[in-house]
């Protein structure tokens, strides 16, 4: 694995376009405990799950403030969870859905990956290259301290950035998300670590990203 200035990671791993892999790379970044599982779901099983949740979450698009302005987010949103699991970012509010079978199914396949129990997942659907989310930490005050982030893709790749808060001298990271691949954020990651979707004019197919989270009581 080499990591080179604003360049992507050359994670090197083999071809298996049907099979699932549970082959792990780490990262290795300062900081952080950030791992990626390429193939988690093989392909057939991505394909289903993608088009269950596209045609079956309940999306919507919600809106934010943005130097005092309201504004759509660029892309859409569904929250689900055990009852109870509020949780508020970028001053938007979200109740949860009750669990969908498919949505426990991939809990209970990650769980023992992440070696946590989730309460929470966060669905964010990218439309196309217009759809993004802009540099953030998840560290927000209902996921406790140095939370633990398991995110799913499904569909098409997007490009996934890294950059570190204060240590302006390390390099950009990029990853490729792709279909059916598991990013396992750890330890001190939020703290020191950003991320990003940035908007693209390459033509990309609709991406659906999983966040699993543990929402703690307020």
């Known amino acids: 694995m080499k990591v080179t200035g604003d360049s992507q990671l050359d994670l ?27 193939q ?44 109870g699991a509020s949780y508020t970012y970028s ?29 929470s997942v966060l669905l964010n659907l990218y439309r196309d290259g217009n759809d993004s989310v802009s540099w953030h930490q998840d560290n927000e005050s209902e996921l406790g301290v140095n939370p633990v982030i398991a995110s799913l893709s499904f569909g098409g790749t997007r490009r996934f950035q890294l950059r570190h808060k204060f240590k302006k001298d390390l390099p950009r990271v990029d990853l490729d998300l792709t279909h059916g691949s598991l990013l396992i954020m750890k330890g001190t990651t939020q703290q020191f670590w950003q ?14 990203n999983l966040t699993f989270r543990v929402i703690y009581p307020s």
């Open 12 to 38: 090197n791993f083999p071809d298996s376009r049907d099979q699932p892999s549970h082959s792990v790379a780490v990262l290795g970044l300062p900081d952080s405990d950030i791992s990626f599982y390429s």
């Open 40 to 83: 988690f779901f093989g392909k057939e099983e991505s394909d289903s799950i993608f088009h269950d949740l596209i045609a079956n979450a309940e999306w919507s698009q919600e809106t934010m403030k943005y130097y005092g302005k309201e504004v759509k987010l660029p892309r859409l949103t569904a929250w689900y969870g055990d009852k």
């Open 91 to 119: 001053s938007i509010s979200n109740e949860p859905h009750p669990w969908t079978s498919t949505l426990l199914y991939i809990e209970t396949r990650i769980e023992p990956i992440a070696g946590v129990k989730f309460n």
């Open 195 to 208: 991320h990003q979707i940035a908007r693209t004019s390459k033509p990309v197919e609709p991406r659906i």
